[in-house]
């Protein structure tokens, strides 16, 4: 007989397959299309053992990491994606997210569900080496992909180097050496035009 613990783990599998119906404002390195919240996840979990070398705290429990990473975007199966650079969106943001992890990680076994919710609020608060490191992450993989797909979503949008500098600059605290890689590919998008100075 399969056990009731069993059955919840299964329903929020299966819930969880909805996060591949979840489109973000960047797109992937052609620009053919906006990546998927799994994808992104995904993306990032492979960064977060990759570049470890390169946190900032060599200590760090990569195993949280890659967990933040993979979890901290099924939220958005009930409250949407939010762009980074929507200042009305962000408004009402964390209490559409809170009531969206609520639910979503209320469907687990007690345990889990609970371990679910301090990861996210853990990756949410940016407090701790391991959050730092894997916001980092989160910031620095769609800077490259807007550089790749030449400036995509910041052209789209009309987003300017210095909102781009200030959204990303936290990535220092998590990883120096890729918010230096990220900083130089600010730079290069600026001068190839494809994200626009202040004013011009």
């Known amino acids: 007989m399969i056990s009731e613990r069993l ?5 929020f599998i299966a819930e969880a397959d909805k996060i591949k119906n979840v489109f973000r404002m960047t797109k992937i390195h052609d620009g053919s299309r906006r990546e ?11 960064m977060a053992f990759l570049l470890s070398e390169h946190s900032k705290e060599a200590d760090i429990d990569l195993l949280k990491v890659i967990k933040m990473c993979i979890i901290h975007d099924l939220v958005e199966i009930d409250a949407g994606d939010t762009f980074c650079y929507d200042a009305v969106g962000n408004m009402d943001k964390l209490e559409r997210e809170k009531k969206a992890a609520k639910r979503l990680f209320g469907m687990l076994p007690e345990d889990q569900g609970k371990e679910m919710v301090a990861l996210w609020e853990e990756f949410d608060a940016m407090e701790t080496k391991e959050a730092k490191y894997a916001a ?3 910031r620095v993989q769609p800077v490259m992909l807007n550089y790749l797909n030449q400036g995509g979503t910041w052209l789209e949008h009309q987003i300017t ?20 890689y990220a900083s130089g590919l600010i730079d290069e998008a600026a001068a190839k035009g494809y994200v626009k100075e202040a004013g011009s």
């Not at 059955?7 to 329903?11: H, V």
């Open 136 to 138: 980092a992450l989160d």
């Open 7 to 11: 059955k919840k783990q299964m329903q």
């Open 36 to 46: 998927n919240d799994a994808e992104h996840s995904w993306h990032l979990a492979l």
């Open 161 to 180: 180097k210095d909102r781009v500098v200030k959204r990303n600059k936290p990535i220092d605290e998590g990883a120096p050496a890729l918010w230096e």
